[in-house]
Nanobody
């Protein structure tokens, strides 16, 4: 069973940048899709980005396209989310996710369709 631990969250001013990391243990990430979801205060958890096991054809929510970049480093068993031009609307707890099925698809937009997730990391963007 895989354990996911997010890090890199914090407080940043609007227009700033943060880089989130998701470190996995207990299982390799090689061959598995991964993704990021976020949950703003008082709102539902929504899709942010995902990356297939191939590392190509990444997917993004419209609200973050052109500002966020998802990537993975199989050697480090870690996934990243580079967040630039942050806006107050990006304030949320960010969760990384992965699946139990190797070679499965990454175009999965509902949180409940992913099998593993971390404890989340808080990102707060001040105006």
């Amino acid at each position: 069973q895989v354990q996911l631990v997010e890090s890199g969250g914090g407080l940043v001013q609007a227009g700033g940048s943060l880089r989130l990391a998701c470190a996995a243990s207990g299982r390799t990430l090689l061959g598995y899709p991964m993704g990021w979801f976020r949950q703003p205060p008082g709102k539902e958890r929504t899709f942010v980005a995902s990356i297939p096991w191939t590392g190509t054809n990444t997917l993004y929510a419209d609200s973050v396209k052109g500002r966020f970049t998802i990537s993975r480093d199989s050697a480090k068993n870690t996934m990243y989310l580079q967040m630039n031009s942050l806006e107050p609307e990006d304030t949320a707890v960010y969760y990384c996710v992965t699946k139990d099925s190797r070679w499965s698809v990454a175009d999965t937009y509902h949180f409940s369709d992913w099998d593993y997730w971390g404890q989340g990391t808080q990102v707060t963007v001040s105006s």
